[in-house]
């Protein structure tokens, strides 16, 4: 069973930063994808970023240059460095992994900015 454990969302004034981190346990192989989506009030999940096993990562155009991605292989930990805040990221946002052909998610960690 693959478990995902959130951690770091909260309340920021515009401006602000945040880091999200995950750590998954359970079977999932060496290094496997992993990665952050959000969803936002009234709208659908949206892939943030993602980082693969050997570390190429990818982002959404709105954040890139302002949220980096990483990992820590040994503890199969992901983090989501979020800078420059502004409230239009506020949502709720959920890890992933991905060890093969099927993605298991966290529960969400809520990220709320205000202005």
């Known amino acids: 069973q693959v478990r995902l454990v959130e951690s770091g969302g909260g309340l920021v004034q515009a401006g602000g930063s945040l880091r999200l981190s995950c750590q998954a346990s359970g079977i999932i192989g060496s290094s496997p994808t992993m990665g952050w989506y959000r969803q936002a009030p009234g709208k659908q999940r949206e892939l943030v970023a993602a980082i693969t096993g050997g570390s190429s990562t990818n982002y959404v155009d709105s954040v890139k240059g302002r949220f980096t991605i990483s990992r820590d292989n040994p503890k199969n930990t992901v983090f989501l460095q979020m800078n420059s805040l502004q409230p239009e990221v506020t949502a709720v946002y959920y890890c992933?992994?991905?060890?093969?052909?099927?993605?298991?998610w966290g529960q969400g960690t809520r990220v709320t900015v205000s202005s």
């Open positions: 992933y992994v991905k060890p093969g052909a099927y993605e298991y």
